[in-house]
């Protein structure tokens, strides 16, 4: 939400201050409510202190396929798109969608394009919307970009929950696992120290291993604390860091498991942007830049750079795909068999398709496959931590 710094005339003369909207025109309907006839109006730039601090996308991926349908449907009814942006504006639930859109209305009633206007808002549309919205406005096809545009959003939030589902519950098992070590090793174990040390006798290796991971909890829980911390910090860095991002991914792809998976979705997601975005008419060497920024693997990335310089200079995009280890045969024979008979588009629908499907084949025999092998984790920690104590005591039995 902004802030505008108005000057003014009530009843009891001049008036001058600052007031919190989502629009210049919301600002002066505020106003305008509370008596005060404005003269003037300028809006006070985004400081560290006064301004939304927002982590990605702030507009769940839900949030707008919801819109982009009702959008479609009140364009088809014969509502233009300055009321249909207004309306939408007025009923969403979305906080960040809500102030993009009345912003993007109040372009629109500048004269503005729809496809300028939502250009301005990087972070709630993406470059491939706003090209496909482009698209739209040049062929007058709008309502049906935006039907295909929703479309598109849905399939990959679906895959992307997917992949969350299958990696969120070995994450929540090991944190759990992790959560009873401690507990074990700090409000537990110590309890039997004592009995150990009136007992006198040569403990078993086990059991000293387990009483020294407690003293070393006990005595440096803040080193562990601070490990972890770093290691989520790095692991951000890592991630984020265009320099080191491509070896993040690199290694991503190459785990065991879930390495396959991983490119199975990246793949997904790339010609199933790349199809949307050849279907609307947007030009190949165009898409191919769309698709470089949204694939969100460098590994990926890197080969489709490689594709649009091949395509630049006459030869095919498949060629750089064939000669790398990220895509599969069945990638670049459809993508040649595309190339060859004018139905690209089609192509990358067939292998998006495909390898969404692999995806949710994947994801079901993971979770299906991990549930036992974590569980079966957790019992042999918490069952070494119970030998160690019990161990000692069966010796002590046998002595009496």
Do not use: C
């Not at 394009?113 to 972070?123: G, I, L, M, N």
């Not at 498949?318 to 008979?341: R, S």
């Amino acid at each position: 939400m902004a802030r505008f710094k108005y000057s003014g005339r009530d009843r009891r003369g001049k008036r001058q201050g600052t007031v919190a909207a989502d629009s210049r025109r919301e600002a002066m309907v505020k106003l305008k409510e509370e008596g005060i006839r404005v003269i003037e109006m300028t809006e006070v730039p985004e400081t560290f202190m006064n301004k939304d601090i927002s982590f990605g996308n702030p507009v769940k991926l839900q949030d707008f396929v919801i819109y982009l349908r009702q959008f479609a449907t009140l364009l088809k009814a014969g509502v233009t798109v300055v009321e249909a942006t207004g309306i939408l504006a007025a009923q969403t639930e979305s906080k960040g969608l809500k102030k993009a859109l009345l912003a993007v209305e109040q372009d629109l009633r500048e004269g503005n394009p729809y496809s300028d206007a939502v250009s301005k808002h990087k972070k709630v549309f993406d470059s491939m919307f706003v090209n496909m919205v482009r698209a739209g406005e040049v062929s007058g096809n709008m309502d049906e970009t935006l039907e295909k545009m929703a479309e598109h959003y849905e399939k990959q939030h679906y895959t992307r929950q997917k992949i969350k589902s299958a990696l969120t519950y070995p994450i929540v098992i090991g944190i759990i696992a992790i959560g009873v070590v401690i507990f074990l090793l700090i409000a537990v174990v110590p309890t039997f120290v004592t009995m150990f040390d009136d007992l006198g006798a040569e403990l078993p290796a086990i059991t000293k291993f387990v009483l020294g991971a407690s003293e070393f909890v006990q005595g440096y829980w803040w080193l562990l604390a601070l490990i972890v911390f770093l290691l989520v910090f790095l692991f951000s860095y890592f991630k984020k860091n265009k320099n080191t991002k491509y070896y993040f991914d690199h290694i991503s792809l190459k785990i065991p498991i879930f390495g396959k998976m991983l490119q199975k979705a990246a793949l997904a997601r790339m010609m199933r942007t790349l199809s949307s975005l050849f279907s609307s008419s947007v030009p190949i060497l165009q898409a191919m830049a769309i698709v470089e920024k949204v694939v969100e693997n460098e590994v990926i990335a890197k080969v489709i750079r490689e594709s649009r310089d091949s395509l630049e200079k006459g030869r095919s995009m498949a060629e750089p795909m064939k000669d790398h280890w990220a895509f599969p045969p069945l990638v670049t024979q459809m993508v040649t068999i595309g190339e060859g008979t004018g139905a690209l588009d089609v192509m990358l629908s067939k292998i998006a398709e495909f390898y969404e499907k692999e995806v949710e084949t994947a994801t079901d025999q993971l979770k299906s496959l991990i549930e036992p092998m974590m569980i079966v984790f957790l019992a042999g920690v918490v069952g070494v931590i119970v030998l160690a104590i019990m161990l000692p005591q069966f010796e002590m039995f046998k002595a009496f």
